[in-house]
């Protein structure tokens, strides 16, 4: 009876510890994966752009692109936003990342004469 417990209990620590990999790596894929969504991402950046003044209007592509920076590569999002500087409207233009909601890019929009 002894060595068919020995046998037995050698054979646990194995299998629980691959049992544990699989369901941890099958989890990291479940939910490692996740995205923010576009409406989140820009409630976030509207939110930042408040900060330092008064936002009249922005906008977000709902699809995400591929971008690729160097050799990372993510998912993305395009989008702008307009606020007020010195009581004159300003565009920008961002990308934010689609995992973390983080600025790739933000650049400043010159507007035409005629605008």
């Known amino acids: 009876m002894n060595d068919s417990n020995n046998s037995l209990n050698s054979w646990l620590l194995p299998v629980t510890l691959g049992a544990s990999g699989v369901v941890g790596f099958l989890a990291g894929k479940l939910f490692g994966q996740r995205r923010i969504s576009a409406d989140q991402i820009l409630k976030m950046i509207r939110d930042d752009f408040k900060r330092e003044g008064e936002v009249t209007g922005s ?5 995400r692109i591929p971008y690729q920076r160097f050799a990372v590569k993510t998912e993305a999002y395009e989008g702008g936003v ?3 500087e010195d009581d004159q409207p300003v565009d920008y233009q961002f990308i934010a990342d689609a995992k973390t909601g983080s600025l790739l890019s933000l650049k400043r929009v010159e507007r035409s004469l005629n605008n």
Do not use: V
């Open 59 to 63: 906008w977000i592509n709902q699809r």
């Open 82 to 84: 307009t606020r007020l």
